[in-house]
């Protein structure tokens, strides 16, 4: 039986991109779910968060997570003198710190525009990231990160971007020069709840650095919507 080699493709076209939406609708479905049951309205958006939900899904299912029960997501789209960095206990369901934080000086001003993984750049970097340990540097205790992004954010240890507090991120900073400080591409945190949130997801957890850049999400492996349903149906979720 002769079949049209062009109708094929079109018909192969078809199912792949049908069956991508199908995907996508029961992710959806499971990000909004959560998104909403955490109370992230107005926080972040929910396809920030479904992005930060993918990635943290695949980084689980090839067994990279020590500590799989948290998500860290730190959304650089908003601005820096509103709260940004997320903290969410991902089998409770609940949202555990939500907080300022400083991204690079010269990744942009009050708005992060601009990102890099070069080592020397000043700037923040974009994706997913593993905590590590922790150890007593010039800003006091120190978070060490593991950038799994080869060419986005793989220098990130070289680099010593790290969390750490700093007294240039706070309110009363805001109140003085109308935004916080920026840091050398570090996410710091305020002093008074940095080493809390730094014992908590230290050792494995799963960080997210979101940003308004586009080429990030078409070229990132862990933003793999058809993995992440894949280890969501061996749970049995």
């Known amino acids: 039986m002769h079949i049209n080699a062009s109708l094929s493709r079109k018909s192969l076209s078809y199912y792949r991109h049908g069956s991508q939406k199908i995907v996508n609708a029961k992710l959806r479905k499971v990000a909004s779910s959560l998104y909403h049951h955490i109370g992230l309205e107005g926080l972040t958006s929910l396809e920030t968060f479904e992005n930060s939900l993918i990635g943290y899904l695949n980084l689980k299912r090839k067994g990279l997570l020590k500590k799989d029960d948290l998500l860290v997501l730190i959304d650089y789209s908003k601005p820096s003198d509103t709260e940004r960095f997320f903290v969410i206990d991902v089998n409770k369901k609940k949202l555990l710190y939500k907080s300022l934080v400083a991204h690079g000086k010269n990744s942009g001003d009050k708005y992060a525009w601009g990102f890099s993984n070069r080592p020397g750049s000043h700037k923040s970097c ?102 992440a349903l894949q280890y969501l149906e061996k749970a049995g979720i």
């Open 126 to 227: 974009l994706g997913f990231f593993i905590t590590g340990q922790t150890y007593e540097g010039k800003h006091g205790l120190s978070l060490s990160l593991l950038g799994v992004e080869p060419g986005i954010n793989d220098n990130a240890y070289k680099r010593r971007i790290v969390i750490h507090g700093a007294d240039y991120v706070s309110q009363e900073f805001i109140e003085k020069y109308g935004r916080p400080g920026r840091s050398f591409g570090c996410p710091a945190l305020p002093r008074n709840v940095a080493n809390s949130i730094i014992e908590l997801i230290k050792d494995g957890s799963c960080l997210f650095i979101s940003g308004p850049d586009k080429y990030y999400i078409k070229k990132s492996r862990f933003i793999n919507a058809k993995g």
